[in-house]
């Protein structure tokens, strides 16, 4: 058990430019999420998947943002013509059921998103 | 009214003296209490949960939960610089989502 994995863990990138970053949770777990921190906030929930399927999402998840998870196992977080306000350190963390409200999270090391 | 609310600090304590961090949360069906303990430019670390009123005791830390007052603390005790970093209270409701106050900033003086 190697614990949550993200990648890349720094981006830099041009306005309106697309990225796309990764999550890889740890292997046994089922459920996955996504949340977004800005300087001095604490961390937002941005979606959720169980296995494959997406079944919750914020409503700061606008239409440029993206997330998947084929097959159950990985996730992409996509953001598409990046703003300046997108910058921020995207977090995943894993889980098992019910875990989440008893265990809390595991979070990975994140992805810090630069928008220049 | 934002869920979850911290003072955001900074809060300044001498080594070895008792750190005290304060959280309220606005919902009532709040079921889950945690405090993660985040370093600059690094993801926030789980380090302590509760769900009943009350204290419990990890170590150098205790939460302390008060669901009439909706009122969660932590306490760190014998404070060492290492443990200078921001503070963050997550509360969980039903489903799958957690609610984080903005965190406390702390430094521990040597």
């Known amino acids: 058990d190697t614990g949550v994995s993200q990648n890349p863990r720094h981006k830099i990138t041009k306005r309106g430019q697309n990225v796309t970053f990764r999550c890889d949770p740890i292997?046994?777990?089922?459920?996955l999420y996504w949340y977004r921190q800005t300087l001095g906030q604490g961390p937002e929930f941005l979606t959720y998947?169980?296995?494959?399927?997406?079944?919750?999402k914020s409503r700061l998840l606008s239409d440029r943002f993206s997330a998947e998870r084929p097959k159950g196992s990985f996730s992409t977080l996509e953001i598409q013509r990046t703003e300046q306000g997108d910058s921020a350190m995207y977090l995943c963390?894993?889980?098992?059921?019910?875990?989440?409200?008893?265990?809390?999270?595991?979070f990975g090391s994140g992805t810090r998103l630069t928008v220049v | 009214q934002k869920e979850v609310e911290q003072n955001s600090g900074p809060l300044s304590v001498p080594e070895g003296a008792i750190a005290s961090l304060n959280c309220t949360y606005s919902?009532?069906?709040?079921?889950?209490f945690f405090w993660y303990r985040q370093y600059s430019g690094k993801s926030p670390e789980l380090i302590m949960s509760i769900y009943s009123n009350g204290d419990k005791e990890d170590g150098r830390f205790t939460a302390q939960l008060n669901k009439a007052s909706q009122y969660v603390s932590l306490l760190i005790r014998d404070s060492q610089p290492s443990d200078s970093a921001t503070y963050l209270c997550a509360v969980g409701l039903t489903g799958n989502q957690f609610y984080f106050g903005t965190g406390t900033s702390l430094t521990v003086i040597p």
């Open positions: 919902d009532r069906v709040s079921q889950s």
């Open positions: 998947f169980q296995n494959e399927a997406q079944l919750e």
């Open positions: 292997s046994e777990h089922n459920r």
């Open positions: 963390a894993s889980s098992l059921p019910p875990r989440p409200l008893s265990y809390g999270y595991t």
